[in-house]
């Protein structure tokens, strides 16, 4: 359990430092660069969202209506993260990649693997049963611009789908779940109230996945797709700097555990538009047999 | 039960921003567009912000910076090269100083017309949004003071960027 714990602290120490390597090398790269032209990332910073907990451009825990990485209608640009959620019981490793076109398509890839530590030898899966969950995304703007239409209501909408592939089909079906993998369908509006320096988020998301798809899709209590409502508020400090809230609604399929909807308070960094860091305290609620699932969410994003 | 409320709630969310939306698209609106298009509306709201700028004499220092950074940025300098760049400072400072409600008057030309030929993308008008944001932060103008202004020249988009 002490070397759980000593590994998991290294590996935040990791994932902060690799951060801090990385945006102090971007900077010297903007001081060196910001002479040559370059040929993408030129969105303004932080408009691009970060890396959500799918892989999705959006806060931590939603996707938002703007498209990944910093390239504008002409250009193409393209993230990396890793992901880190530390909780009582669990904890969950992540990374992934997202290219956003033209700023009209985000196309993303994510692996999830989440890590169940001693709750895995309690139900007799074995200590640290780890699930793996790989999830493909697909975002397309449809209409407006979140930052620059500053003289209208009108948010900018895009709609997503998410397709989510989990590893672990017998223990999956032995908890009740009808599938081991499902697509999630969901709307976005994302809209930047820049006067207030407020950027606000809703997402309807449709979807059967349980705890996200990490304990599979469809369930004994319900099989159909509902819809469930996400939003994020972020203010911004600074132009390197933004903290907010955020809320998912999940669904509850299983009848072996019930499943709470999702809470965190975050604050985002880009000291540059190649690294942004976010740390987030998440209620994730309940996960099985443990409640009160509440923790430190960091994540690493490097983009060009 | 606060489930199905929220999920109406969302829903109707949803469709006043498409009614908005359609409403905004099928309603043209002449004389605000061309008054846009000439130079962004005064709005003695942001008063406050125009002291927050420094008054005058601040919009005059901040428009130094600006052009320097805008000249020292390759994604800019193309547009500001061959170009009256005194000129083109003296008519920023009339321009912001109308918009935050200072005692001044615009004379300049029809932004319009100003950017017909210019060409200019999204990448390099967000360039030119760094570069003054630069130069703001230079000046020590709040940040909640930088966004009120940018949002009364955002609205300039559609006639900025061409391209």
């Not at chain 1, 990374?95 to 139900?123: H, K, P």
């Not at chain 1, 059967?208 to 797709?225: E, M």
Request: hydrophobic content about 45%; glycine content about 8%; some cysteine.
């Amino acid at each position: 359990m002490q070397r759980h714990r000593n590994g998991r602290t290294a590996w935040l120490i990791g994932l902060v430092l690799s951060g801090c390597l990385i945006s102090s090398m971007a900077m010297a790269g903007d001081a060196a660069g910001s002479d040559s032209a370059p040929a993408f990332s030129n969105k303004l910073l932080l408009t691009g969202g970060v890396s959500q907990v799918e892989g999705s451009a959006g806060g931590g825990l939603t996707p938002w209506a703007v498209i990944g990485g910093y390239g504008t209608s002409d250009e193409i640009g393209a993230n990396a993260f890793i992901t880190h959620i530390n909780l009582p019981d669990y904890h969950v490793n992540e990374a992934g990649a997202m290219v956003g076109l033209y700023n009209r398509v985000e196309v993303s890839f994510a692996q999830q693997r989440f890590d169940t530590e001693q709750v895995g030898a309690a139900l007799g899966l074995g200590r640290g049963f780890t699930f793996k969950q790989n999830i493909i995304g697909v975002k397309v703007r449809l209409a407006g611009d979140a930052v620059l239409d500053q003289d209208s209501w009108m948010p900018q909408i895009s709609i997503g789908v998410q397709h989510k592939k989990n590893n672990q089909a017998a223990v999956l079906a032995f908890v009740g779940a009808k599938s081991d993998q499902g697509t999630d369908y969901y709307v976005s509006a994302t809209k930047l109230f820049l006067s207030q320096s407020l950027l606000v988020n809703a997402t309807v998301r449709f979807t059967k996945a349980n705890q996200i798809g990490i304990l599979g899709f469809g369930g004994d209590k319900n099989n159909s797709y509902k819809p469930e409502f996400e939003g994020s508020v972020a203010y911004l400090l600074s132009r390197n700097w933004a903290v907010g809230a955020e809320y998912r609604q999940k669904p509850n399929n299983l009848g072996i555990a019930k499943e709470d909807d999702w809470y965190d308070a975050f604050v985002a960094w880009a000291p540059t538009k190649h690294v942004s860091l976010t740390l987030a305290y998440a209620d994730l609620g309940n996960i099985v047999i443990k409640d009160h699932q509440r923790g430190l969410y960091a994540s690493v994003q490097v983009g060009f | 039960m606060f489930k199905y409320s929220l999920h109406a709630a969302v829903m109707a969310m949803a469709m006043l921003f498409t009614q908005a939306a359609m409403a905004q698209n099928a309603v043209p609106m002449p004389e605000q567009s061309a008054a846009m298009a000439a130079s962004a509306p005064r709005d003695p709201a942001l008063r406050p912000v125009f002291d927050q700028f420094s008054g005058k004499p601040g919009l005059v220092t901040l428009m130094d910076d600006f052009m320097v950074n805008l000249m020292a940025d390759a994604r800019t300098r193309p547009y500001f090269a061959d170009t009256d760049r005194e000129h083109i400072k003296l008519e920023l400072v009339d321009q912001f100083c109308v918009i935050l409600d200072g005692p001044c008057t615009y004379t300049g030309k029809d932004m319009e017309r100003v950017h017909r030929n210019l060409g200019i993308n999204r990448a390099a008008f967000n360039a030119l949004v760094e570069d003054l944001q630069k130069a703001m932060d230079k000046n020590k103008v709040p940040f909640r003071a930088q966004n009120k202004l940018l949002a009364k020249l955002a609205p300039m988009h559609p006639v900025v960027i061409t391209k």
